[in-house]
């Protein structure tokens, strides 16, 4: 005779099909993240990567490195190394890496000035008589964009431009990282908490002098 489940079977069934659904949900969420992971890190990379390029065209096609340094305003000086001032064709260049902000991406830009300035140059936003304004290097949509910042090394950032010589070779290091953008959501910053890491050498090809 068929006398069905008894209550003690149909809770330890119960119990076995809770415990495989957790399972199976853990699963999948993981599964999701770690493609959503991936998606992003390839994006950033990406994005980061047209940044690298454009800023290493930028300077190995430049004359001269003018100076490199913090920009001052008032009793505000911005640490670390934020900006470069190129020299090229009687034509002066300043590319910025501006720190993020809560509400909008940190980016690259460059203005273009007509001189001479000289090495104090670099502390300042504005160095001369501007040919067109200010340009955005870096995608700087704080949704779908990229988020630029200062390579962080034991707590502190890292210089974004610096400048050696040696002899007849200059060499400009680039350093920064990249993140989502400030408001493509918290989630976001879970997948890569210390951002993607980008960095070169660019040999100045171009060397003959103001």
Known sequence: MNR???????VVVLGIMAVLGTIMTNFLVQTVRGENKSNLVNQLKQ????VLDTLSSQIRNSEEVVCTGSIQEGSITYHPTDNIVLYSKGIYTQIVLSEPTAS???YVYETTF????????????HIGISINGQINLSNSDPVNGISLDFTSSNGSGEDAFSYNANGSTEVVNIQFSGFAGVNSGSSYDLLVPGGVPFQTAVEIRGQTGV
């Open 4 to 10: 069905g489940f008894t209550l003690i079977e149909l």
């Open 47 to 50: 994005n980061g990567q047209v």
């Open 104 to 106: 909008t991406n940190g």
């Open 114 to 125: 007509i001189g001479p300035v000289d090495s104090s140059a670099c502390t300042v936003s």
